[in-house]
């Protein structure tokens, strides 16, 4: 019989050296930016108990958690008629008592009510780690992928938000990709379900319009039909979710559709002031009113944030918000925060098929000695020793194979420089060092070989 061929679960992903050489010049950068704007390194472990995780995300978003089997007999304390019966979620319930983590922001919160004894407030973390949906795998979605979150936890200021937007801007620029921030209010969206009468089902409406890049207006109205949305309603919806103009006339524009609304228009408010303090800052990234950006989870109660690729086809690759009370539900109450998570493997598939990962990136070593054996073998490992003293990545053949194979493997490794030591060198103790882009050879004694790449 065969060997069966290993595979992997669908929507997870090996990554090569290579891809992890990119992957890792994205979660620097995006570092980078979190630590110069004065945030703090956290983790939480991957399992939450789903007391934390269920509720937080919506009926959609409680559908896509994984969940984990109880340890040991998980079957012990059920009935047979449980186990027989239809009630799947009743039966997961008994089951299950953990679940792998859906985000990084409601973890975040349980630590937050945790530890709040130890936390000086406002709270200014970062958090680079995966989470795991179970959605349908496609180009761009997969079950297991990181996220880069930024969140400030403890403060109503909108100055935080206005931070987050020039995080943002400094990090797709230290990226290279050219991006639009799209921008809306959880305050505004209920200003617009009250206005039409539906104040009570602003999550059904908010929820259905979140969709209208994706399946378009006709099928969002559909959707609201189905809902129980009533047809005037759905009416009087229409010329909301097609405003026009610029950020201030959709504004304005808004302003006066749903004046009736002390909600809404406190948060045409917050968005006034952030674009003014956006503008007064010179921050010079594109920003979008969007009013059918809605972020179908739950907790967000302010301003709603979504970036998109302006030169590539794929979903968000960034987004977040204000969330009032979220550690609420975990005990601790008036403490808002806002954050926004950066997507990293849609930014790796955005860079891939723009070609934005600069050359260097896949070096992994500088400089490649060609082992020759004996003696020159030895003073070729003195010299590796010294260029990884000064921080120079060098590395040598380990054996004295022949020299095709070894500039072959160098070449594979995409490595800039190839040392050698042969008899002649050795006896006058030089290197022959050759540049693999140029192709030029130059000798250089052992004793000044390691200043070279100074």
């Known amino acids: 019989m065969a060997a069966q061929k290993p595979s992997i679960p669908a929507g997870t992903r090996d990554f090569s050296p290579a891809e ?48 984990i089997l109880n340890s040991g007999d998980f079957l012990s304390k059920v009935s ?22 859906y985000d990084l ?12 004894g130890e936390i000086s407030f406002p709270f200014r973390r970062y958090q680079i780690q995966p989470v795991w949906r179970a959605d349908r795998p496609q180009k761009g979605r997969y079950r297991e992928f990181y996220q880069c979150d930024v969140d400030v936890i403890g403060s109503r200021s909108l100055l935080n938000e206005v931070e987050l937007v020039g995080i943002v801007e400094r990090v797709f620029k230290a990226l290279g990709i050219s991006v639009t921030l799209k921008l809306n209010n959880r305050k505004i969206l209920y200003g617009i379900a009250e206005t039409i009468g539906h104040a009570d089902r602003m999550t059904e409406i908010t929820a259905a319009i979140d969709k209208l890049e994706k399946i378009g207006l006709d099928k969002v109205n559909d959707e609201l039909c189905e809902r129980g949305i009533s047809g005037e309603a759905i009416g009087k919806l229409q010329p909301i979710l097609a405003l026009a103009g610029s950020n201030r006339e959709k504004l304005s524009k808004l302003s006066s559709v749903i004046s009736t609304s002390g909600t809404g228009s406190k948060g045409i408010g917050e968005m006034t002031a952030i674009l003014d303090y956006v503008e007064k800052l010179g921050i010079a990234l594109p920003l ?24 590539f086809a794929i979903g968000s690759i960034c987004g977040g918000g204000r969330y009032d009370d979220l550690t609420g539900i975990f005990g601790l109450s008036d403490t808002s925060g806002v ?27 500088k400089v490649f000695f060609v082992n020759f054996g ?21 590395e040598i053949y380990p054996e004295a194979a022949r020299m095709k194979k070894q500039m072959e493997y160098a070449n594979r490794r995409v490595i800039p420089y190839t040392a050698l030591i042969g008899d ?3 006896t006058a103790r030089q290197v022959t060092l050759k540049d693999m882009t140029s192709g030029e050879q130059t000798r250089v004694p052992f004793a000044d070989f390691p200043e070279k790449f100074s």
């Open 80 to 101: 047979p008629e449980e186990i027989s019966g239809n009630d799947s979620n009743k039966l997961s319930a008994k089951i299950c008592e953990r679940g792998l983590r």
């Open 105 to 116: 922001t409601v973890p975040f919160a349980r630590y937050v009510v945790q530890h709040q």
């Open 424 to 426: 002649d060198e050795l």
């Open 339 to 365: 954050g926004i998570s950066f997507g990293a493997d849609r930014i790796y598939d955005v860079m891939v098929g723009l070609d934005l990962f600069p050359a260097e990136t896949m070096q992994s070593t």
């Open 20 to 67: 992890m050489i990119r992957r890792n010049y994205i979660f620097d950068t995006i570092r980078r930016v979190f630590q110069q704007c004065g945030f703090q390194p956290l983790e939480t472990p991957a399992t939450e108990n789903l007391s934390t995780l269920l509720g937080k995300y919506g009926e959609e978003g409680d559908k896509l958690l994984f969940k």
């Open 288 to 311: 979008e009113i969007d009013l059918s950006l809605a972020r179908g989870l739950n907790y967000y109660t302010g301003a709603i944030f979504e970036v998109k690729a302006n030169d």
């Open 374 to 394: 004996g003696e020159a073998e030895l003073a070729a490992l003195q010299l590796i020793s010294r260029l990884r003293d000064r921080g120079i990545s060098a």
